[in-house]
């Protein structure tokens, strides 16, 4: 790796601080894509006439009042409410009883005269009873006395030739029946004032008339039978005529004329409610509006300045007065830190766990796709404005390869980060989208299956694979689509489907143009590299082979034993197989300082001293990381070759030292400088390492002395406190022991010794089995709490 990457990654790794920062920009990187650059409407203080110095476009979408139509559906709404006009039922009653209380009132002073008069008649011949009447008013005079109190009470002027001829016949009952039957005739048919308002408002639809007396309303069309005052008076003459045939025609005037006195308008118009109704109607219509999408040209560059323009421009100012974009865009940052917080929290049971270099990728991942579709949507709304083929946005939208970014993520850090991470995409991709909810659910699926797809990826191949399988997805949820739109079938349609199926094939190709990139640029490695690491036949494992071949042999089976352990356990077998094929590389510069490459020839360990000899084997970790970066092997191995030791003792060479009494001896001197296994993955190896090792030691390798053999080492390692920082739980620590045992019985099982007769044929003894040879060594094993444990045999010189 570069001196440069090294540094950005030591820097990235340096605290929790840079974790804050990373998400501060990506934040940042989202509100600046949500809103980039609010459109500034102050800078346009144009005038009529005036010429548009830059194209103004609409961020968002906005209404627009048109206020020619608007008023004109108020103007309408007010012409639609009938005039209103109040029926008084309950003057007929009135004018009844104040007529017959009028009258009786009269005729009992004629009743109060004829009694007086019998009182006072004569009971003889004498003159003395008219004596008596001069003393008392006469007739004439007290009965004008009540002319007043008469016309109070019918609110009416009577002249005196009137008053006159109805005390001629003393106010008789047959002259106020026949007053009351032609006033309630003319009343029933209704009296109103202002016929002609009425007749004029009657074109409008008709009126609305109400009874008062039951608070009822009716519309009439027909107001042509409502007589106006003139008419009404007119009327009491021919109605009274065939009443009066046989009375005295003298009477006829009066009575007229009293009744025509009489007459009111029972049918009146209401304009306080009218107008009130009115102005209601009128406040119940809403502005009509019309609408500018988002990204519309509201005026071009050089245009001319109108009107219409205007207005636009002034609902754009008045809108962004209104609304703050600073607010908005930190109303959008914390709504989308907490669905960031909150899904990661849920979905990474150690959030801790994810490295900073790992959140960087997230993070410019999700940034890099936040402006790959700003940028579409820039590029999708020109080829709406200018392409012949009337293409909807919505379905260029269709082929944006959002998926990409959940499959990328779900390469290097597996299924359980790219479901949240699509979820946050998608909920990014509907807000950027204007808010479309279907868009959200689109994306948010596609993006889901794109990561399930790939979960295995192993070669190339399965990214085409994937593409096709979520085209075909996509044109599933583009279908859907339109039916929930209503908008299926038609041409519509068919590009939805092409587009579509474009975006699924395209996310496959960007997804596999992006591994080779990312794991350069962050030094990831996928099960694809894997899989190219895990072939024999690569020149650096061919090296192993032919300058270091027992350590090689060691290396296959380790890579067998840990695959087999790493199916029982959940772990990822392909990662931790080629761990183990590469974690002795080191060895290749020094081996014939290691045993299981020494064959027959000399321990060159007898002539070093044991501190010597304690830093060789300590250096292969050393030399085996910086060949691994020099062969790029990619960071998850050489972690392997870094802490596959963890730091353990070199037992039997700190034990020899001590023996030879090296002044200045520190047990630190003989240990791996580490660090311990922090993943399941290099505790793994670990343990396979040691037991394999130790395993060619055994004599008469039975299953049970194998199955006693692995625990006690696999114990020794674990009291030793090597697999404290690895997530490896007793019971995994179990089923890795039953995968142990069944590799190793594999490779140290029986066979039948072959031997040859005289006659030169081979000849089987059923008694004699083949033994393996005995060890170089039989000394104190390393890190056993005891000190009788077998060494392995890389630690042996």
């Keep these: 790796m570069p001196n440069s990457q090294k540094n950005i990654f030591d820097f990235l790794n340096s605290g929790n601080n840079i974790r804050w920062c990373l998400l501060s920009v990506v934040l940042l990187a989202f509100a600046i894509t949500v809103y980039p650059s609010m459109l500034k409407i102050s800078e346009y203080n144009y005038q009529p006439g005036d010429i548009a110095k830059t194209d103004v476009k609409s961020p968002k979408d906005i209404f627009i009042e048109d206020q020619e139509t608007t008023e004109e559906k108020r103007k309408q709404a007010v012409r639609d409410v009938l005039t209103i006009y109040d029926y008084d039922d309950t003057m007929i009653v009135r004018l009844t009883e104040n007529i017959q209380k009028a009258f009786d009132n009269v005729r009992k002073v004629y009743e109060n005269i004829h009694a007086e008069e019998e009182e006072l008649a004569p009971t003889t011949q004498e003159s003395l009873p008219w004596q008596r009447i001069i003393e008392k008013k006469t007739v004439h005079d007290r009965i004008w006395e009540t002319k007043t109190q008469f016309e109070k009470m019918l609110n009416i002027h009577t002249d005196e030739n009137e008053y006159r001829i109805l005390a001629r016949y003393e106010f008789s009952k047959t002259i106020s029946d026949l007053v009351t039957r032609i006033l309630i005739e003319i009343l029933e048919n209704g009296v109103v004032s202002g016929k002609e308002t009425l007749l004029r408002e009657n074109e409008a639809g008709g009126i609305v008339v109400r009874i008062l007396s039951v608070r009822k309303e009716i519309v009439l069309t027909d107001v042509r039978r409502y007589y106006s005052i003139e008419q009404a008076k007119s009327m009491v003459r021919i109605i009274a005529q065939p009443l009066l045939r046989d009375m005295p025609y003298a009477i006829l005037n009066p009575v007229a004329d009293l009744t025509q006195k009489l007459i009111q308008p029972n049918l009146t118009l209401n304009r306080s409610e009218t107008e009130e109704r009115r102005k209601k109607a009128a406040e119940s219509i809403k502005a009509v509006l019309y609408k500018i999408k988002a990204g519309e040209i509201i005026i071009r560059e050089g245009e001319r300045v109108t009107e219409g323009h205007l207005r636009k421009l002034n609902a754009l100012r008045s809108q962004a007065a209104e609304e703050s974009t600073l607010a908005r865009s930190m109303g959008a940052i914390l709504m989308m830190m907490a669905l960031i917080l909150i899904l990661f929290s849920f979905s990474v049971p150690d959030p801790l766990s994810l490295s900073n270099?790992?959140?960087?990728?997230?993070?410019?991942?999700?940034?890099?796709?936040?402006?790959?579709?700003?940028?579409?949507?820039?590029?999708?709304?020109?080829?709406?404005?200018?392409?012949?083929?009337?293409?909807?946005?919505?379905?260029?939208?269709?082929?944006?390869?959002?998926?990409?970014?959940?499959?990328?993520?779900?390469?290097?850090?597996?299924?359980?980060?790219?479901?949240?991470?699509?979820?946050?995409?998608?909920a990014c991709t509907g807000i950027i989208l204007q808010n479309r909810l279907e868009m959200f659910f689109y994306f948010l699926l596609n993006g889901l299956m794109a990561a399930y797809w790939v979960r295995h990826c192993r070669e190339r191949k399965v990214f085409i694979k994937a593409g096709a399988k979520l085209g075909i997805l996509n044109i599933a949820l583009a279908t859907a689509l339109k039916l929930h739109t209503g908008e299926f079938p038609g041409v519509g349609f068919l590009w939805d489907v092409v587009f579509a199926f474009i975006g699924g094939i395209g996310t496959g190709?960007?997804?596999?143009?992006?591994?080779?990139?990312?794991?350069?640029?962050?030094?990831?490695?996928?099960?694809?590299?894997?899989?190219?690491?895990?072939?024999?036949?690569?020149?650096?494992?061919?090296?192993?082979?032919?300058?270091?071949?027992?350590?090689?042999?060691?290396?296959?089976?380790?890579?067998?034993?840990?695959?087999?352990?790493?199916?029982?356990?959940?772990?990822?077998?392909?990662?931790?197989?080629?761990?183990?094929?590469?974690?002795?590389?080191?060895?290749?510069?020094?081996?014939?300082?290691?045993?299981?490459?020494?064959?027959?020839?000399?321990?060159?360990?007898?002539?070093?001293?044991?501190?010597?000899?304690?830093?060789?084997?300590?250096?292969?970790?050393?030399?085996?990381?910086?060949?691994?970066?020099?062969?790029?092997?990619?960071?998850?191995?050489?972690?392997?070759?870094?802490?596959?030791?963890?730091?353990?003792?070199?037992?039997?060479?700190?034990?020899?030292?001590?023996?030879?009494?090296?002044?200045?001896?520190?047990?630190?001197?003989?240990?791996?400088?580490?660090?311990?296994?922090?993943?399941?993955?290099?505790?793994?190896?670990?343990?396979?390492?040691?037991?394999?090792?130790?395993?060619?030691?055994l004599e008469n390798p039975t299953p049970s002395r194998i199955q006693g053999h692995v625990k006690k080492i696999m114990d020794s390692v674990l009291a030793d406190g090597q697999l404290n920082e690895c997530d490896l739980t007793l019971k995994d620590l179990y089923n890795i022991e039953k995968a142990f045992n069944k590799i190793l019985n594999g490779i140290h099982h029986h066979r039948i010794e072959y031997f040859e007769t005289p006659d030169g044929k081979e000849k089987k003894n059923g008694s004699s089995y083949h033994q393996p040879a005995k060890p170089a060594f039989n000394i104190p094993g390393k890190g056993a709490t005891n000190g009788t444990d077998t060494i392995r045999c890389s630690e042996i010189p």
């Excluded at 270099?357 to 020109?382: P, Q």
């Excluded at 392997?640 to 030791?645: A, L, P, S, W």
């Design 357 to 426: 270099k790992d959140l960087l990728f997230m993070g410019c991942v999700l940034s890099a796709f936040f402006f790959i579709l700003k940028i579409s949507s820039f590029f999708i709304e020109a080829l709406v404005r200018h392409n012949p083929l009337s293409i909807s946005a919505t379905s260029l939208t269709l082929a944006i390869p959002l998926a990409a970014s959940s499959m990328t993520i779900c390469l290097f850090m597996r299924m359980r980060i790219a479901g949240p991470f699509a979820l946050i995409t998608a």
């Design 509 to 697: 190709i960007i997804s596999a143009g992006l591994v080779a990139l990312v794991e350069s640029a962050f030094n990831y490695t996928t099960d694809i590299t894997l899989l190219e690491l895990s072939n024999l036949e690569r020149p650096l494992l061919r090296r192993l082979m032919i300058e270091a071949p027992g350590t090689y042999h060691h290396s296959v089976v380790v890579g067998t034993m840990v695959e087999a352990a790493a199916a029982e356990i959940g772990a990822n077998p392909l990662l931790v197989k080629v761990s183990a094929y590469y974690h002795d590389i080191g060895k290749i510069r020094k081996p014939l300082y290691f045993i299981e490459n020494q064959m027959n020839a000399a321990n060159r360990h007898e002539k070093l001293a044991p501190t010597m000899s304690g830093l060789i084997l300590i250096a292969h970790v050393k030399d085996g990381v910086e060949i691994g970066k020099e062969n790029k092997l990619g960071q998850p191995i050489l972690d392997t070759i870094r802490q596959h030791h963890g730091t353990s003792l070199i037992r039997y060479f700190y034990e020899k030292a001590k023996a030879r009494g090296v002044d200045t001896l520190t047990i630190e001197d003989f240990r791996y400088p580490g660090p311990k296994p922090q993943t399941r993955e290099i505790g793994l190896v670990m343990l396979a390492d040691v037991v394999e090792a130790s395993s060619r030691t």
